[in-house]
Each structure stands twice: as C-alpha cells, then as structure tokens.
C-alpha cells in the first residue's frame, strides 16, 4: 500500500505498508478524486469519488504480466 505523500489536511503519516495474507484495509474517500490501481498499470486505475470505500486485500493468485 503507497499513499503518495504524508497530507496534513487528512493526517496520513505512513505512506506505504504491507498487508499479511489474511487481512485486509478498508479507505473512505475524503476528497473529490482519487485514482487506485494495484499493479503500478494506469490504464487499470479505478477512479474514486468522496465518501466510496474501497477495500483492498492480498489476492489468492499472483498476477503473471507477459511482455511480447
């Protein structure tokens, strides 16, 4: 997990982590936008509005990318 910067206005301090292969985190929008995506690909990035709440998990599949 990565937030981009430390945010006065939010308070987050912590701005990566790891997450144990049982748990999960759950984040409540509290701005106007938001953009997640979990494999470093914009194009995959899901846009988020104020007050949606995403829940992130470790997978039970590893994503294998291939390169041609």
Do not use: H
């Not at 759950?26 to 990035?45: H, Q």
């Amino acid at each position: 997990m990565r937030e981009a910067w430390p945010s006065p206005a939010t308070g987050i301090r912590l701005t990566a982590g790891l997450l144990d292969a049982d748990a999960s985190l759950s984040l409540t929008v509290e701005s106007d936008r938001l953009v997640a995506f979990g494999d470093g690909i914009e194009e995959d990035a899901v846009p988020l509005r104020f007050s949606q709440v995403v829940k992130v998990q470790v997978a039970t599949r590893k994503l294998r990318l291939l390169t041609g």
